[in-house]
């Protein structure tokens, strides 16, 4: 971890310059939070998204066709590709993953199963999605799908250059990795049938937004500035889905962005110690704004096309949450269950830090990340797409 720390000094310093000046520093509590920004904030603000859930059961959709999964971004959907790789970036380690099964810390960055999990149980085909970068998986693992997601990427490449992490272009090159392992094992014929009756999961793009726009504190946000940066991550994820389209994809779901402006660690630098800790409207309308701009390309794609392309909203779900946590049981929105929940994430949630009693009342694990809980109740949101394209001939 040592060689990281230069660039870890260089990039803290920088961020922190216009924070400096905040006339915040006349109080102790503002001293402290300068304090934490300096010791986290070149891990905290990069690792993005996009409680108990185990109590919720649901039943496996008839006649479905789909027989694989496989999953494409960032750590809203990696369930531990990243352990494999020289980053920050990781989670594999308490109390992240203390509500999965054993204990056990997969590096998902969560405590307990992501999404994609609750997909691939609720189509039936198997519990947990697995990282393709496990070398402990078996045929059997490898058949019925793989994530190949990592966290801290992005559609745009700098991203997860930053970051020091999988960017897409070697995400789709371990896709093909993986095609060439299993035709090996089972034969070309098989092989091709298991991608062609797979579905396809990408989750991506949160991480552009928030290094693009979300780390300097009172940043002026002007629209021609904003719309060539989204249409370039708009030509980035059309070219992803091509690039499956061309390895044999039939089926792909994409997930838009989460409103951005209601993560507990963009509230806690957007916002002064005495102020109330409401969404960051300014930078939850950029995730708005690139929502609709893909839906709409999206929706054109599968005109023009006779395979199954959809569009995944979680923006809706995840904003009623927070503005009305305690329909879903939540008694915390704000913050996140480790730590102080304002600014806690990857290696500055760890088993030093305190966690909350009741993680089933929090709708944030870590800074960015949502609890299990939540995750789940996203799921339920989009049980009409996920229908949809398991039932899809």
């Known amino acids: 971890m040592h060689i990281y720390s230069m660039d870890l000094i260089m990039y803290a310093a920088i961020m922190m310059t216009p924070i400096l000046s905040i006339s915040l520093l006349n109080n102790v509590l503002a001293l402290r939070r300068i304090y934490y920004y300096c010791h986290s904030i070149f891990f905290l603000f990069t690792i993005i998204l996009h409680g108990h859930a185990h109590a919720h059961d649901f039943k496996t959709p008839k006649n479905t066709s789909i027989t694989s999964i496989f999953i494409f971004g960032d750590s809203t959907v990696d369930p531990g590709n990243n352990d494999y ?27 307990g199963r992501l999404p994609t999990d609750f997909i691939a149980s609720y189509a039936g085909v198997k ?22 997601a990592s966290a801290g990427t992005g ?20 896709f093909d ?20 009756n797979a579905a396809f999961i990408i989750s991506c793009g949160t991480n552009d937004i928030v290094y693009t ?69 300014s930078l939850s309308s950029i995730a708005l704004q690139f929502n609709e701009m893909l839906e709409r390309e999206l929706n054109n794609m599968q005109q023009q096309s006779t395979l199954t392309i959809i569009y995944g909203d ?40 305190p966690i909350c009693n009741d993680r089933s009342k929090y709708l944030f694990w870590d800074s960015i990340h949502p609890t299990e809980r939540s995750y789940y109740f996203l799921f339920e949101a989009l049980r009409p797409v996920i229908d949809f394209v398991i039932n899809t001939p």
């Open 314 to 353: 979680i923006y809706t779900p995840l904003q009623d949450q927070f503005i009305h946590p305690h329909k879903y049981g939540f008694e915390v929105a704000d913050r996140g269950c480790c730590g102080s929940g304002l600014f806690e994430g990857a290696i500055t949630c760890n088993s030093l830090f």
């Open 177 to 196: 990795e993986y095609k060439k392992k299993v035709e090996h094992l089972i034969g070309k014929k098989e092989m091709e049938k298991i991608v062609s």
């Open 127 to 148: 519990e947990y999605v697995p990282a393709y970068l496990d070398p402990n998986l078996r045929l059997k693992d490898l058949m019925t799908g793989v994530s190949f």
């Open 85 to 111: 790789v020289k980053t920050l970036f990781r989670s594999n380690f308490l109390p992240y993953g203390i509500d999965f099964p054993n204990h056990t810390p997969t590096g998902r960055f969560t405590n």
């Open 213 to 281: 726009y979300g780390l300097v504190p009172y940043l002026s946000l002007v629209s021609d500035s904003i719309s060539p940066y989204l249409r370039f991550m708009i030509k980035q994820s059309k070219w992803l889905i091509q690039e499956l389209i061309d390895r044999g994809a039939k089926r792909i779901g994409v997930v838009g962005l989460p409103p951005v402006g209601c993560l507990p660690a963009i509230i806690t630098l957007h916002t002064s110690p005495h102020q109330p800790r409401i969404c960051i409207e």
């Open 155 to 174: 559609y745009d490449p700098t991203t997860a250059l930053k970051n020091k992490v999988i960017d897409l272009t070697t995400q789709v090159q371990y």
